[in-house]
């Protein structure tokens, strides 16, 4: 489970839509003055050199963010994702992409607060460098299902708790399933985003029905499929648990634009309640 390195992979398809979505949900918590907290249960190293020689072997980049780097006339939603990855590259040319981690520090007010959980022997010490000074943040060397444990309920009563995975062994997807019902049971009210890749060998209910007999209401599951044809990852997904107003109608009027922009072959998208209220 632990050789997994999300370098290889930064900057793709699959994180434009995992962090346009996260930049939606960071946004709806800003837009009360009251403080958020923002657990990430699988944070990575935090922010990837797409010039290394990691990214240069897949350079799936180029068929992600890449794509989108010169684009005009886009949706509000991608503009203002594309923002905060602008940030990040101040002289105007796609060098760094930052993770969930960087991505959520780069919104966070000086009240706000983030934890951030990670298992890799090599991501850890890369992530602790990285937030190291910042007073909002802390990193923790722990198993990110411990942590939905450990650090809920938060003592701001409101937040976000990004788990996003590598789903290396098929028993990540029913250790989802329960971490986020106990999670839930500690803390009802928070927001839970959780990423999933689209497999052809997973079919068409990558959790089953796990979510839907969970007992938990208001799931909003959101999906674009990028290349039907692929024989390893065809898509990505969001399941939104407690998702903000209005989420659902932006998430509807982004997907179809990420999947038109984004698609390679038999692409399509699609949002709709697993569980409704």
């Not at 005009?72 to 990855?85: C, F, G, Q, R, T």
């Not at 992409?97 to 951030?116: E, F, I, K």
């Not at 590598?166 to 971490?179: D, F, I, N």
């Amino acid at each position: 489970m632990l050789s997994y390195r999300h370098a290889f992979h930064a900057g793709n398809f699959a994180d434009v839509c995992k962090h346009a979505t996260l930049v939606m949900l960071l946004r709806a918590l800003l837009r009360k003055e009251k403080p958020f907290f923002y657990l990430d249960t699988h944070a990575g190293a935090g922010r990837y050199d797409l010039g290394s020689e990691i990214a240069k072997k897949t350079l799936e980049f180029e068929a992600g963010i890449g794509r989108l780097w010169d684009s005009a006339n886009v949706p509000n939603e991608v503009a203002d994702y594309l923002s905060v990855i602008r940030h990040f590259n101040t002289n105007g040319r796609l060098r760094y992409y930052p993770g969930s981690p960087a991505l959520t520090q780069h919104l966070l007010r000086p009240d706000d607060r983030m934890v951030l959980c990670e298992m890799h022997s090599n991501e850890f010490p890369r992530l602790k460098q990285l937030f190291s000074g910042d007073r909002r943040v802390q990193v923790h060397n722990q198993n990110g299902y411990q942590g939905l444990s450990a650090f809920l309920p938060p003592r701001e009563r409101r937040g976000l708790v990004f788990i996003d995975p590598s789903y290396e062994v098929k028993q990540e997807y029913h250790q989802v399933v329960e971490g986020v019902k106990t999670a839930y049971r500690r803390w009802p009210t928070g927001i839970y985003a959780i990423w999933y890749p689209i497999l052809q060998s997973r079919g068409t209910e990558p959790f089953g029905k796990g979510f839907q007999k969970s007992g938990i209401r208001k799931i909003l599951r959101a999906e674009m499929v990028v290349d039907k044809n692929s024989q390893g990852m065809q898509g990505a997904g969001m399941v939104i648990i407690n998702p903000p107003w209005q989420l659902k109608e932006s998430l509807e009027s982004l997907l179809p634009w990420l999947t038109t922009t984004l698609g390679v072959a038999e692409s399509h998208c699609k949002v709709e309640w697993l569980v409704e209220e």
